[in-house]
T-cell receptor, first 114, second 109 residues
């Protein structure tokens, strides 16, 4: 089934630990995105990638890094987790960033940092 | 700064019509999107407006006025399954989506 998968579904993490959230899409979309969603706030863009091999910073990039080695995968890494990174993380993709195509979202990863 | 405003919560009756408003102030405008998000699930695309006017898609319609920085989502013949949050998002001059906090719609029988 075409779409976006994310792993893990949920995770509880001790502060200071390193964590990588995985995201894979099989729609051959060029653009991919990582958002965090917190209660009472809109989705906030962490990092994005226009195409394989390129990445860019969104609104809230600090404490996060990404890579885009190929079209399908876009992992998000927290180098040293802090409690303020407790959130629901959504990966999304679209055909291109500059066209009016809608973004398709993965099911999300619920992360708790203690 | 960039800002998207929409009501936090609305209540409506099954079978009725509800209008969810969205006002925006962004650096540039490359289209406005509406998404639906059920509790505990991912957002799913509903509609897209880039020109002024009304876009109709079944029971859902979306309106845009660029001069007023205003949009609304109109839901007709409400069903219980329409209970969800509705997210307004604007694509800015950098082609990044700026999101509102969402409007939680509660449908009562």
């Amino acid at each position: 089934i075409a779409g976006i998968t994310q792993a893990p579904t949920s995770q509880i993490l001790a502060a200071g630990r390193r964590m990588t959230l995985r995201c894979t899409q099989d729609m051959r979309h060029n653009a991919m995105y990582w958002y965090r969603q917190d209660l009472g706030l809109g989705l906030r863009l962490i990092h994005y990638s226009n195409t394989a091999g390129t990445t860019g910073k969104g609104e809230v990039p600090d404490g996060y890094s990404v890579s885009r080695a190929n079209t399908d995968d876009f992992p998000l890494t927290l180098a040293s987790a802090v409690p303020s990174q407790t959130s629901v993380y959504f990966c999304a993709s679209s055909e291109r960033m500059t066209t009016p195509n809608e973004q398709f979202f993965g099911p999300g990863t619920r992360l708790t940092v203690l | 700064g960039q800002n998207i405003d929409q009501p936090t919560e609305m209540t409506a009756t099954e079978g009725a019509i509800v209008q969810i408003n969205c006002t925006y102030q962004t650096s540039g405008f490359n289209g406005l999107f509406w998404y639906q998000q059920h509790a505990g699930e991912a957002p799913t695309f509903l509609s897209y407006n880039v020109l002024d006017g009304l876009e109709e898609k079944g029971r859902f319609s979306s309106f845009l006025s660029r001069s007023k920085g205003y949009s609304y989502l109109l839901l007709k013949e409400l069903q219980m399954k329409d209970s969800a949050s509705y997210l307004c998002a604007v694509k800015d001059s950098n082609y990044q989506l700026i999101w509102g906090a969402g409007t939680k719609l509660i449908i009562k029988p």
